[in-house]
């Protein structure tokens, strides 16, 4: 009993290490958004907290695309995974009728718009997000919490490419095509 209490002990330090860093992390990306923005650290959290409430008061909240928590005061474990690991979000949204090579073209796509970063922000056009849309806000039509949750803007980003282009590999040639490159 005594071994099995000091294994779930040292697990249990482990996870809160891991929390803590993704505490910090949560807390770095959100310096990086003020700046971005040019704003305070204060107003982003703020700004963030009020998300998270019209997000929550949402008749749809917590059912279909884009529905993770968002990041609060107390943090999210499922948000901060997606915010780490926007790729895998993606794969599990991309239309699994679609050919395999589809997701090839996806991912070069949004990694030469935003290098799959949820935060990335193009200061001369606006363009915000892992899609690059322009403007970012119009990724509210997918959920509140656009601004940073990947969920979110892979849900936009997906339904713009199959209205605009019908596949990723048909935005992929359309971004090649074009200088300097947009899709």
Same mark, same amino acid.
């Given at each position: 009993?005594?071994?099995k ?6 697990e249990?330090?482990g996870?809160?290490?891991?929390a803590?860093r993704?505490q910090t992390?949560?807390?770095?990306m959100?310096v990086?958004?003020?700046a ?13 907290e009020d998300?998270a ?10 059912a279909?695309?884009g529905?993770?928590?968002l ?7 499922e948000?901060?995974a997606?915010?780490?690991d926007?790729r895998?979000?993606?794969r599990?949204?991309?239309?699994p ?7 090839g ?6 990694f #030469?718009?935003?290098? !799959?970063?949820?935060?990335a @922000?193009?200061?001369s056009?606006g363009?915000? /997000?892992?899609?690059q =849309? ?6 509210a039509s #997918?959920?509140?919490? !656009?601004?940073?949750?990947p @969920?979110t ?5 997906? /339904?713009?490419?199959e =209205? ?9 040639q359309?971004?090649?095509s074009?200088s300097?490159?947009w899709?």
């Amino acid at each position: 009993v005594e071994t099995k209490l000091a294994a779930v002990q040292l697990e249990a330090t482990g996870a809160s290490e891991v929390a803590s860093r993704i505490q910090t992390q949560q807390q770095e990306m959100l310096v990086e958004l003020a700046a971005a923005r040019r704003t305070t650290l204060e107003a982003e959290q703020a700004r963030l907290e009020d998300l998270a409430s019209a997000a929550k008061a949402a008749a749809g909240f917590g059912a279909g695309r884009g529905s993770l928590p968002l990041v609060s005061s107390g943090g999210s474990a499922e948000l901060t995974a997606a915010q780490l690991d926007p790729r895998s979000i993606a794969r599990a949204m991309l239309d699994p009728s679609l050919d395999a090579s589809q997701w090839g073209c996806l991912d070069r796509l949004w990694f #030469a718009e935003s290098g !799959w970063r949820w935060s990335a @922000s193009n200061p001369s056009s606006g363009a915000y /997000g892992i899609p690059q =849309s322009l403007p970012g806000s119009k990724m509210a039509s #997918a959920g509140a919490d !656009w601004l940073v949750n990947p @969920s979110t803007q892979i849900a936009w980003g997906l /339904g713009y490419i199959e =209205s605009r282009y019908g596949t990723p590999c048909a935005a992929w040639q359309a971004f090649l095509s074009r200088s300097p490159h947009w899709y």
